[in-house]
């Protein structure tokens, strides 16, 4: 079974996302109830959050599992031993333009580049980061850093700050990483309608396609 592996947590103040202000705040949380006492630091604090989030998000276990995994592997196999074609890479033209389309509302993840900075690029920074995504296309080999996600607690409405199930988690990911995810879903996208391979009665994340009347 794949093992996972927990990333040290900071030991800095603990940032919290309150639904009714819709922005993030670092403040002050109060203790928190655990099963091994009172959590008072922040450190004990972001234990007894992470301990809550392991309780309740555990490898799955179902026997369907291993008969998908190895569907996915025979088609894998399939796949690599084909003739490799070329990808279509990245223009500048086309990462600028999908920097226009990018909202600055959104909080960055580790590397806390927000996209307001992106829109402010030069044309060299533009081209460079063009490069890189090619660099991805070509080798295949997505940058590790791009899947290391900031994880920040968000407080459910009316529930008690003293209790850590009260918490919701939301993982920031790395900016340029989910920049480039987007304009790969954008060709995904493309080819998927011009192929019709979605079907009609598929109404959820897809554009034009409402699920309220």
């Known amino acids: 079974m794949e093992r ?4 040290p947590r900071s ?31 922040d450190c004990e604090k972001a234990e007894a959050l992470a301990h809550n989030l392991e309780a309740q998000f555990q490898p799955v276990t179902d026997p369907s599992v291993p008969a998908v995994i190895e569907t996915v592997d025979v088609a894998l196999g ?11 890479l990245n223009t500048p033209d086309e990462v600028h333009e999908a ?21 402010h690029l030069p044309k060299r920074a533009v081209s460079l980061l063009a490069r890189i995504f090619n660099a991805v296309l070509r080798t295949h080999q997505l940058l590790p850093t791009w899947k290391h996600a900031r994880v920040i607690s968000i407080l459910k409405p009316g529930k008690d700050q003293a209790l850590p199930s009260s918490y919701r988690p939301i993982s920031l990911l790395d900016t340029i990483g989910k920049f480039f995810e987007k304009i790969l879903l954008v060709r995904i996208l493309q080819v998927v309608n011009e192929r019709g391979l979605l079907r009609d009665e ?12």
Do not use: C, W
């Open 4 to 7: 996972y592996t927990r990333i």
């Open 11 to 41: 030991r800095g103040p603990i940032v919290v996302e309150d639904d009714r202000a819709g922005d993030e705040s670092s403040y002050s949380i109060s203790p928190m109830v655990t099963p091994g006492g009172i959590a008072l630091s």
């Open 78 to 88: 399939s796949y690599f031993l084909s003739p490799p074609n070329e990808p279509q």
């Open 99 to 119: 920097i226009r389309g990018l909202k600055v509302s959104k909080v960055p993840g580790l590397n806390v580049l927000p996209n307001r900075k992106l829109k």
């Open 202 to 213: 598929q109404f959820g994340f897809r554009t034009k396609h409402s699920t309220s009347l």
